[in-house]
């Protein structure tokens, strides 16, 4: 089935750089999620991305679609405690009369600071 | 939006017995899903649950074990039967995607562990 790949699985940065996770699938995707699940919670959906180089902005937070629509990024500037979580990136797909999310395994961000 | 209530938020069980977990939406959505997430890891789907029609499986889950019911666009039950420690996981309920957002929500899972 489809499938999509989050590199890093972890990232250990210092407060106030930059961080950046990546999402790749083999196929073109339709549109793209992100959400975040900070440590105990549920995830949180963050952006949806839908058109070829697509990129959104909120607040720290850059969210870019590739233009082959396989690949997709989130980008935190200067990161903050506050940042701490996993990042999942996850599309809705077709699967017969229904639609599921593919989740990706998720990027660990761990912020010291 | 959409806001779900879902109970219990945790519970200890011995093995063999059966836990039923319930969530309740303050709206009507057509889509429900069941997750299962191991702490640190991704979700993984369990089924998704349409009201009116039977539960959707994913590969490796099946209905005798995880019993699901959706008697209403508002409401939905998963059962885990005869349980092993090898159920202990966190439960998720989410809806989505809905009316002019594919946006989907969560409850606040229910942390069972199988003793």
């Known amino acids: 089935g489809q499938q999509v790949m989050q590199i890093p699985q972890y990232q250990h940065v210092q407060e106030g750089e930059d961080f950046t996770t990546y999402c790749n699938s083999s196929?073109?995707?339709?549109?793209i999620q992100w959400y975040k699940q900070r440590p105990g919670g549920h995830p949180v959906f963050l952006i949806q991305?839908?058109?070829s180089g697509e990129v959104k902005k909120q607040k720290r937070l850059t969210f870019q679609f590739g233009e082959a629509k396989k690949n997709s990024s989130l980008h935190i500037t200067a990161t903050q405690t506050t940042d701490v979580g996993t990042y999942f990136c996850?599309?809705?797909?077709?699967?017969?009369?229904?639609?599921?999310?593919?989740w990706g395994l998720g990027t660990s961000l761990a912020v010291n600071p | 939006s959409a806001v779900i209530s879902q109970k219990p938020s945790r519970d200890i069980c011995q093995r063999g017995t059966s836990l039923t977990i319930q969530c309740q939406v303050d709206?009507?959505?057509?889509?429900m899903f069941w997750y299962r997430q191991q702490p640190g890891q991704s979700l993984t789907l369990i089924a998704t649950?349409?009201?009116?029609?039977?539960?959707?499986?994913e590969s490796g889950f099946v209905i005798d074990k995880f019993p699901i019911s959706r008697p209403n666009l508002t409401f939905s039950t998963l059962t885990v039967s005869n349980m092993s420690p090898e159920d202990s996981s966190i439960y998720l309920c989410?809806?989505?995607?809905?009316?002019?957002?594919?946006?989907?929500?969560f409850g606040q899972g229910t942390r069972l562990t199988v003793v």
């Open positions: 996850a599309p809705w797909t077709h699967a017969g009369n229904n639609r599921k999310l593919i």
């Open positions: 196929t073109t995707l339709s549109n």
């Open positions: 991305l839908v058109k």
């Open positions: 709206s009507q959505v057509t889509m």
């Open positions: 649950a349409n009201q009116g029609s039977e539960a959707t499986y």
């Open positions: 989410s809806v989505g995607p809905g009316r002019g957002s594919d946006e989907a929500f």
